[in-house]
């Protein structure tokens, strides 16, 4: 069974500067990987997606992840972090044959002005 | 609609009464998933319809909880007997196809508070 692992319960950031969300998967191959964000009281938006090809891939808003399969990781990253991001940001795996995803923890994003 | 629509947004209910939560999946989307988010944790998988077929209910926590989508479209979540620890944001989402390569999207949720 899959698994997801989101090791930084909360980080904070000045606004500007660049930003990392760290993301760790257990899976017998290769899944397939999302990036959520939450704002409050709101549900989830995709931000992007990996299914296969180019290990880098672009979001919306400005996001890009990178899947390193040596390192079952799929971080997210932003080179200059805006006041709006601030929001719960959840990693999570869908295997090829199945139908639901499992989410990790998630991680929560502060913004300092 | 445009997107995934839940109802109501908030519930409040005391401990031992039923409840009945409402998705409205984006139209024509096959695929109908339940998650259940308590406070600070993930989402996490209850059910999973595609079309009016209720193909996986592994994540249901007890037989007090029920789902339904008779017409392959609107699916109803029903709690009965509800208890404390029911509290929790339920989360519907729907995709286009099966499989777990398709991205799913996701409704704002409805807010369960037992007292």
């Known amino acids: 069974a899959q698994s997801v692992t989101q090791p930084d319960i909360h980080i904070t950031v000045s606004e500007g500067a660049s930003l990392e969300l760290r993301c760790n998967y257990s899976y017998g191959a290769t899944p397939y990987l999302f990036w959520y964000v939450q704002s409050p009281g709101q549900g989830l938006q995709l931000l992007l997606k990996?299914?296969?090809?180019?290990?880098l891939v672009q979001g919306i808003k400005g996001f890009e992840a990178e899947f390193k399969r040596s390192q079952s990781s799929f971080n997210l990253r932003k080179p200059s972090v805006h006041w709006s991001d601030a929001a719960e940001y959840f990693c999570?795996?869908?295997?090829?044959?199945?139908?639901?995803?499992?989410f990790g923890p998630g991680t929560r994003l502060s913004v300092l002005p | 609609g445009a997107g995934v629509s839940q109802s109501p947004r908030y519930k409040v209910a005391k401990r031992g009464q039923d409840v009945a939560l409402r998705c409205d999946p984006i139209s024509g989307h096959v695929s109908l998933f339940w998650y259940q988010q308590a406070l600070g944790q993930g989402p996490e998988f209850l059910t999973y319809?595609?079309?009016?077929?209720?193909?996986?209910k592994s994540g249901l926590p007890s037989d007090r909880f029920f789902a339904e989508r008779p017409e392959g479209s609107v699916s109803t979540l029903k709690i009965q007997r509800t208890q404390q620890e029911d509290s929790a944001v339920y989360l519907c989402?729907?995709?286009?196809?099966?499989?777990?390569?398709?991205?799913?999207?996701f409704g704002d949720g409805t807010r369960l508070s037992i007292l």
């Open positions: 989402a729907s995709s286009l196809v099966r499989g777990g390569g398709q991205p799913q999207h």
């Open positions: 990996y299914f296969s090809g180019d290990t």
């Open positions: 999570a795996v869908g295997a090829p044959a199945g139908q639901n995803f499992v």
């Open positions: 319809f595609q079309n009016e077929a209720q193909l996986d």
